[in-house]
């Protein structure tokens, strides 16, 4: 089976002028989509194999530092794979396992990924968190780039119902500027969180079904 797939990366450096990042996008994103533009569920459901025993049956995480992959934006996946190709993101499984795919791999996984029912894992936020969680959503822009259920949209992720450990890593990375921004947005964004705020909005974000 095969789908319409759109390969979307970003140049090895950080562009933080949203034009001069937008462009830079366009550009090799064409460059590299008249390589593999059809991407194949089937074969990348094959490759993903792999993946499972880290990212759970299908993409479902049960594994609360690991990242669910099920129902993901197909473009946040293959953004994410090309940053950890290139070396812009490192992870000592990702980077090694990111260096040997091609652009047809990484759509192919994506596509598969994303074809996926994203079945939660339990997780109860506190009260607290369900009580301010929404207006901090608002606050700091997620609503506005990850989609009012923050399902996420064209490269920009889902993180609705993702594993709350993973969750708060990223944002704590992102606040302290180690976690690699392709255009700047999240780390602007997190720099402005207090410590409880980060709390609170991973905890509300991961209980979202």
Same mark, same amino acid.
């Given at each position: 089976?095969?789908? +319409?797939? +759109?390969?979307?990366?970003?140049?090895?450096?950080?562009? @933080?002028?949203?034009?001069? =990042?937008?462009?830079?996008?366009?550009?090799?994103?064409?460059?590299?989509?008249? $390589?593999?533009? $059809?991407?194949?569920?089937? $074969?990348g459901k094959q490759k993903a194999q792999v993946c499972m025993s880290c990212h759970g049956p #299908?993409?479902? !995480?049960?594994? #609360?530092?690991?990242? #669910?992959?099920?129902?993901?934006?197909?473009? /946040?996946?293959?953004?994410?794979?090309?940053?950890?190709?290139?070396? %812009?993101?490192?992870?000592?499984? *990702? +980077?090694?396992? $990111?260096?040997?795919? +091609?652009? =047809?791999? *990484?759509?192919?996984? /994506?596509?598969?990924?994303?074809?996926?029912?994203?079945?939660? =894992?339990?997780? @109860?936020?506190?009260?607290?968190?369900?009580?301010?969680?929404?207006?901090?959503?608002?606050?700091? %822009?997620?609503?506005?780039?990850?989609?009012? /259920?923050?399902?996420?949209?064209?490269?920009?992720?889902?993180?609705?119902?993702?594993?709350?450990?993973?969750?708060?890593?990223?944002l704590k990375g992102f606040k302290a500027t180690t976690r690699y921004d392709m255009d700047g947005? *999240?780390? !602007?964004?997190?720099?402005m969180l207090k410590d409880n705020e980060i709390e609170i909005l991973a905890d509300y974000i991961?209980?979202?079904?």
């Amino acid at each position: 089976m095969k789908t +319409s797939s +759109s390969f979307l990366i970003s140049s090895q450096r950080v562009v @933080t002028h949203p034009v001069a =990042a937008l462009f830079l996008c366009i550009a090799i994103t064409f460059s590299l989509e008249s $390589a593999s533009f $059809a991407a194949d569920i089937e $074969a990348g459901k094959q490759k993903a194999q792999v993946c499972m025993s880290c990212h759970g049956p #299908a993409g479902n !995480s049960e594994i #609360a530092e690991i990242p #669910a992959l099920a129902g993901q934006t197909a473009q /946040a996946i293959t953004t994410s794979l090309y940053h950890f190709r290139e070396g %812009n993101r490192k992870n000592p499984v *990702m +980077s090694p396992f $990111a260096a040997n795919l +091609s652009n =047809a791999d *990484m759509n192919n996984l /994506a596509a598969y990924f994303a074809s996926e029912k994203r079945i939660p =894992a339990p997780y @109860t936020p506190s009260a607290e968190s369900l009580a301010q969680g929404p207006e901090l959503a608002k606050k700091y %822009n997620c609503v506005q780039c990850h989609g009012a /259920a923050l399902l996420g949209q064209q490269h920009i992720p889902r993180v609705s119902g993702q594993q709350h450990a993973y969750l708060l890593a990223q944002l704590k990375g992102f606040k302290a500027t180690t976690r690699y921004d392709m255009d700047g947005n *999240m780390s !602007s964004a997190a720099s402005m969180l207090k410590d409880n705020e980060i709390e609170i909005l991973a905890d509300y974000i991961s209980g979202l079904h």
